[in-house]
């Protein structure tokens, strides 16, 4: 199994919402990031977890939540959103050597969120 | 922040001819690897090169790296309408390795 998958494909929430994004993959990746893509733009890195820790947070704001409760699974947690967060959130996955990201990385599909 | 530049920000070709796309970057790398992106979906890596290679070809795709000049170039051969997409470079970075910095993209557009 070489997909990423990610879930759900389309969400849309409210500033007052809590609501979760999900990523899985099975390939024993143990890097694991989390992006965000706005229309026309490049993805921008949020967060990186190693070995199921976060290692990176791109002074993402607290209001996005990350978790990573097993090698296999990424979850973003959503409270209290602006519309400026409105974009495709993109998950990815990497194999690691000495601790570093080895490779290319495997991008799932995305979610698109929308805040009203 | 972003590093790296892409250039064109748009292309648009006939079908069955060559398209390149180029890419800059400002701070020394480990690789750099070529994504594509159709419309709204997930990234696929399409290729990637160390730092200490020049040259690599898939299939219809060649890459070059020319760390001296800091750029790199992608030539899709042939193209054909599936080839439409947004084709992103991204570096892994020397310092800060875990982080995957992406250029701007080129939106190329196959015209049958």
């Known amino acids: 199994d070489t997909e990423v998958t990610q879930t759900p494909k389309h969400l849309v929430m409210g500033m007052t919402n809590k609501k979760s994004l999900k990523c899985e993959q099975h390939m024993g990746h143990r890097a694991m990031y989390w992006y965000k893509q706005k229309a026309k733009k490049p993805p921008e890195l949020m967060f990186v977890?190693?070995?199921?820790?976060?290692?990176i947070n791109e002074s993402v704001p607290s209001r996005f939540s990350p978790e990573c409760p097993n090698s296999s699974l990424l979850n973003l947690h959503l409270h209290a959103l602006q519309p400026e967060d409105s974009a495709l959130y993109l998950c990815a996955s990497s194999q690691v050597r000495a601790g570093l990201p080895k490779g290319d990385r495997f991008f799932g599909p995305g979610t698109r969120l929308t805040v009203l | 922040s972003q590093q790296g530049e892409e250039d064109p920000q748009a292309l648009s070709i006939q079908e069955g001819e060559n398209a390149t796309m180029n890419c800059s970057y400002k701070?020394?790398?480990?690789?750099l690897q070529w994504y594509r992106q159709n419309s709204g979906r997930g990234l696929v890596h399409l290729i990637l090169?160390?730092?200490?290679?020049r040259e690599k070809h898939s299939g219809r795709l060649r890459v070059t790296l020319d760390t001296s000049k800091k750029s790199s170039s992608l030539l899709i051969t042939a193209s054909r309408a599936a080839d439409t997409a947004s084709y992103f470079c991204?570096?892994?970075?020397?310092?800060?390795?875990?982080?995957?910095?992406f250029g701007q993209g080129t939106r190329l557009t196959i015209n049958p």
């Open positions: 090169i160390r730092s200490n290679e």
């Open positions: 701070t020394s790398i480990n690789n």
């Open positions: 977890y190693s070995y199921e820790k976060l290692s």
């Open positions: 991204a570096t892994d970075l020397i310092q800060g390795a875990q982080k995957l910095v």
